[in-house]
């Protein structure tokens, strides 16, 4: 928070994230309102994650070779855009399941050029030395977001519905915006001439792949992407008809994930460079299924939310240590593709996890898909726990 630079950017990223997770809770409480249906629920994350599955890497290779602030502040205008149009669409009425499905997919192709792009500049907004603790307040920022987001959604989508839910969303990027026209960020050059796509990605996809240890962290991202977090998409239907804690409890239920997100955030913080970032990882992706499996079981809505705080706790910090592992291993010439493959295992999974958990809710319910899914994510915790190189990492 030294530089001012990040610091005005980190408040507009704050405000944007806040306003995007009031969207979140609002956008699929209006789906499952629409079609009381688990599968078409799973549909729109499908449909929304579908383009990082292909585009992510290309986003990573486009942000190594142009102005970050310059493709931020497209990237930013179009996501306002889109809510905009959600939120004109239903307030006058006319939204339909068909429509969001459109704007998600949008949404999609942007957040495929927008992710990498807005994590990697974070090294161009602080000294390398304090990279590591930049990267770890850029997710606060996220995460913070994430308690205040849906606590608001929540109570907002009880009382005036879901249309002023988007607009607030999409009035809050003007605080990003405003923030990256504050800032100056010099194009990515090491002096080299530029290689065409596909070389830049090869480069980017050998660097990770020489490095066990990393590329095993990354193969641990793409199994908590695919069956760990994909209990997010079923929020709904656990607030609905398992806790029957209605619109508010849904708010809730997002919120304290988020707490325990932030929690995370502050753990990972204290923790680093006294226990390796390794041990760290293997200790969080055991605590993480073992909380997510006890969350699908429990009966009570307090309870339930506690082991969501956990499950937020030791998912966020998963993402956050491989993140930052990769990120401070890479030259800056190859961070944003090195970034766009940490992306790429987050959000390429999503789309079928989705559809996934969807589909095995629809037959066998929600609590049983949730147990199905994070079963997998335990065995493969305890797979890392036997690779020397992950050990290994500092």
């Known amino acids: 928070m030294r530089s001012p630079a990040f610091r005005r950017y980190?408040?507009?990223a704050f405000l944007s994230f806040v306003g995007s997770w009031i969207q979140n809770v609002a956008q699929s409480w209006l789906v499952y309102d629409l079609t009381r249906s688990e599968f078409l629920l799973g549909v729109v994350g499908f449909v929304q994650g579908l383009p990082l599955l292909f585009l992510a890497p290309i986003g990573g290779a486009l942000s190594d070779r142009w102005n970050r602030r310059q493709i931020l502040l497209i990237t930013q205008s179009l996501f306002a855009l889109n809510a905009l149009t959600l939120a004109f669409l239903t307030f006058?009425?006319?939204i339909?399941?068909?429509y969001i499905l459109v704007l998600v997919l949008l949404n999609g192709v942007v957040l495929a050029i927008d992710l990498p792009t807005r994590q990697s500049l974070v090294a161009h907004l602080v000294p390398r030395e304090d990279l590591a603790n930049g990267i770890a307040l850029n997710a606060a920022a996220f995460h913070t977001a994430r308690i205040l987001g849906p606590a608001v959604g929540g109570v907002l989508l009880e009382w005036v519905g879901p249309a002023p839910c988007f607009l607030i969303n999409g009035l809050s990027f003007s605080a990003i915006l405003l923030a990256l026209l504050t800032i100056q960020v010099q194009s990515v050059s090491d002096?080299?001439?530029?290689?065409?796509?596909?070389?830049?990605?090869?480069?980017?996809?050998?660097?990770?792949?020489?490095?066990r240890g990393l590329l095993m962290l990354?193969?641990?991202v793409m199994v908590l992407s695919m069956f760990g977090l994909s209990y997010l998409v079923l929020m709904p239907v656990f607030a609905a008809e398992v806790l029957k804690i209605g619109k508010a409890g849904l708010g809730q239920l997002y919120t304290f994930a988020g707490v325990g997100s932030l929690a995370g955030l502050l753990l990972t913080a204290r923790l680093a460079g006294e226990f390796p970032r390794g041990w760290l990882i293997i200790l969080a992706a055991n605590a993480f299924g073992w909380s997510v499996m006890g969350f699908a079981v429990v009966g009570s809505a307090w309870l339930a939310k506690g082991l969501l705080i956990l499950a937020g706790m030791f998912g966020v910090m998963q993402l956050v240590i491989t993140n930052t592992a990769m990120q401070t291993a890479a030259p800056d010439s190859l961070r944003g593709r090195v970034v766009s493959l940490h992306t790429w295992a987050i959000n390429a999974p999503a789309p079928f996890a989705s559809l996934l958990i969807g589909k095995l809710a629809q037959q066998f319910g929600a609590p049983t898909a949730v147990v199905v899914c994070t079963s997998v994510c335990i065995v493969f915790a305890l797979v890392l726990a036997f690779v020397p190189e992950v050990r290994r990492i500092a």
């Not at 080299?192 to 792949?209: H, K, N, T």
Request: aromatic share 12%; glycine share 16%; hydrophobic share 40%.
């Open 191 to 211: 002096g080299r001439p530029q290689a065409g796509i596909l070389q830049s990605l090869r480069e980017g996809v050998d660097f990770v792949r020489a490095r």
């Open 10 to 12: 980190w408040v507009g």
């Open 96 to 98: 339909r399941y068909e």
């Open 218 to 220: 990354w193969v641990n």
């Open 92 to 94: 006058i009425g006319a």
